[in-house]
């Protein structure tokens, strides 16, 4: 690629209007870590940590998890690293958090709820989490969160795992939570009080609204795209939380060039994509 090209990656992305966006990164091993800040990535908007353990048949250890965790914030070298807990069960199930059998996996035991039921594996994550957080700019975001009550029992494991790790709290660390779940949304005002930022996860967002499983092709065309009820959920979301809680958008639309200008216009700002896609949502956000 030429300088040019490369160091139009790197620049940050600006509408015609002069609205700064972030463009970051969904991330699931140290190996993307690095083509995403290599691609001009802001942050990364979204770390699939169920990704980075996912052939292990016992539940890594703190220091296991803290060095995979220093890795990626290493490739991204002082940029924000977004790391979201445990998102297993459903499709993506991990061999050391086993979940019963269950006639609707989807609808089930999986990501926050997930870790909830697995206190002591939760703690763990949530104790490297904080190692690191002592070294980089930490985003800490949950999964599936559908009540607030959720979210409390989330953050007070954290400040737990906060305090076992040291004194105080590092003043770069956010807290946040993803919304995918219709509830969330429409009942977004009640979080404020408790989220430092919102990810939307247009994937299970979408899928949860219009009924349709994510990965099931006979209905792509029901879930491909931003639909009108998706981005209903998503103006919502922003009208709550106004200029209090800032609203990123991390599921495949975020790199959907349609949806793009509906995102911004909605209040969205700060869009996460695969590393690849970096340059091309940064070219989109400057033509908005
Ligand atoms: C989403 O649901 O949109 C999302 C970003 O999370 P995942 O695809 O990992 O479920
Ligand atoms: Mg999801």
Redesign the pocket.
Known sequence: RSQAARSRAIEPAVTTTGVPIAVGA?VGSVEEARAAAANGADLAG?V?TEFLFQDRTAAPDVDEQLAVYRAIAAAFDGRRVTLRTL?AGSDKPVPFLPAPPEANPFLGVRGLRLSLAHPTVFAAQLQAIALVAREAPISVMF?MVTTVGELRRARMMLDEALARTGSGRPADLRVGM?V?VPAAALRAADFVPYADFFSV?????TQYTLAAERGNAALMSLSTGLDPSVAQLIDLLCRAAGDRVPVAV???VAADEQAVPRLLASGVRQLSVAPALVPLVKQAVRAT
């Open positions: 969904n979204l699939r998102d999964p993803m995918e996860g247009t994937n299970d967002l991390c599921g495949e």
